[in-house]
């Protein structure tokens, strides 16, 4: 509570900044929808990457919740499902087993690869000899002010902007209310895959979606977003989230419905909106996390969101979407919008309404980066 910036208190506590080398074989591990810690194992990763003349530095990432590769089965996340796949099993016995059974017994052949992932969307494992692959390019998918996403950049003549107003005392919630306990209830494991379309009719929630695409587009390597907004606050949060929306079926088949809840349409992938990335940035650290400074009113800035490493395929007759939002509640604390010493410290009277803008012109086209990989 004394330390609501990143000062020498918490700059001593990231030993992660101790970390530049691979001094020991090592295999991390992480969840794409990890809802405990999903920054920590790709730091770690790339930090030892620094000095790894070896190759003892490894990277694999599946599509689980915090610990699901050590389940007993792993064959889906809430409703979603693997194409059959058994992903906890096939980890610990294909990947796991082998990488203790090389550098502690000395059987079998050293690793080949840098990253493994089980890829989501065509459900395959991946092997990568460097991350993100060098074969990516990146392409970015632009937000207009017509709610419509795509590759090409707005031509001139649209609204400048889309505009809501976000109330902290309406909060968006992260997940479907009411919100049970953390634990020991299971819901809090698979937030970050719960269907978005629980907020996307909010007004404080802004949707871009795509037409259906005409072919695959796979997703390798890190995403992030860069949003030109502006609020008529003095501080603020820009929450992003890109969205695989899953297309509509006039009937159900017995493949679509979570077999533990047969209740039809509502556990279903039928219009499923399955988050892929979301992350949230401060607006009195856009520019330091050291030094915090309030936002000019009304004036537009560029926010880039880094948006995590993923490797997704959104897969044809699907759509892409974006949501854009400035509350995330109670996963992230409510921002005041108003730029106070310390957000830990505010008080009732701190918290008011804001209208916040998202630009998408030629000169501040707002855009999530991806990272594609042809086929």
């Known amino acids: 509570m004394a330390h609501p910036d990143y000062d020498e208190f918490w700059k001593k506590e990231a030993w992660i900044n101790q970390l530049h080398s691979s001094t020991v074989p090592n295999l991390n591990v992480a969840g794409f929808w990890d809802q405990e810690d999903p920054w920590g194992p790709w730091q770690i990763f790339r930090h030892a990457e620094e000095n790894d003349p070896d190759h003892t530095n490894l990277m694999v990432a599946g599509p689980w919740f915090h610990g699901e590769w ?16 058994k992903t906890a099993v096939e980890f610990r016995k294909n990947i796991e087993a082998a990488f203790f ?3 502690l017994h000395g059987q079998g052949s050293k690793p080949d690869w840098k990253v493994t992932t089980f890829q989501t969307g065509s459900n395959t494992w991946h092997a990568y000899s460097s991350w993100p692959p060098k074969e ?5 998918l632009y937000l207009h002010a017509d709610g419509s996403l795509s590759f090409s950049p707005d031509a001139l003549g649209g609204p400048p902007y889309r505009q809501y107003v976000s109330d902290p005392a309406n909060p968006v919630p992260y997940r479907t209310r009411p919100i049970s ?3 020991p209830q299971p819901e809090w494991r698979t937030w970050e895959v719960a269907d978005q379309r629980f907020v996307d009719h909010r007004p404080d929630v802004l949707t871009f979606e795509s037409a259906p695409l005409d072919h695959d587009v796979m997703v390798t390597g890190p ?12 501080d603020s949060d820009f929450v992003v989230k890109l969205i695989d929306v899953y297309p509509e079926k006039g009937q159900l088949s017995a493949d679509d419905i979570a077999p533990a809840k047969p209740s039809g349409y509502a556990d279903s992938l039928n219009g499923y909106e399955l988050p892929i990335a979301m992350e949230v940035h401060r607006g009195r650290y856009l520019h330091s996390y050291e030094h915090p400074e309030p936002l000019k009113a009304n004036q537009p800035e560029q926010w880039d969101i880094p948006l995590r490493d993923h490797d997704h395929v959104f897969l044809k007759g699907h759509r892409m979407m974006v949501q854009v939002q400035s509350t995330w509640f109670p996963v992230i604390d409510r921002n005041p919008q ?6 830990n410290q ?3 009277a701190d918290f008011v309404p804001a209208t916040q803008r998202v630009y998408c012109t030629p000169d501040m086209p707002s855009h999530v980066v991806l990272p594609i990989v042809e086929q």
């Open 70 to 85: 050590q389940t007993s089965v792993g064959d889906r996340i809430g409703v979603v499902p693997f194409g059959g796949h």
């Open 136 to 140: 990516l390019k990146s392409a970015n």
């Open 338 to 343: 108003k730029f106070v010493p310390s957000v």
């Open 181 to 183: 306990p953390t634990y």
């Open 223 to 234: 995403i992030s977003a860069v949003l030109y907004a502006s609020t008529s606050g003095t």
């Open 101 to 103: 059974r090389y550098y």
């Open 346 to 348: 505010a008080t009732a």
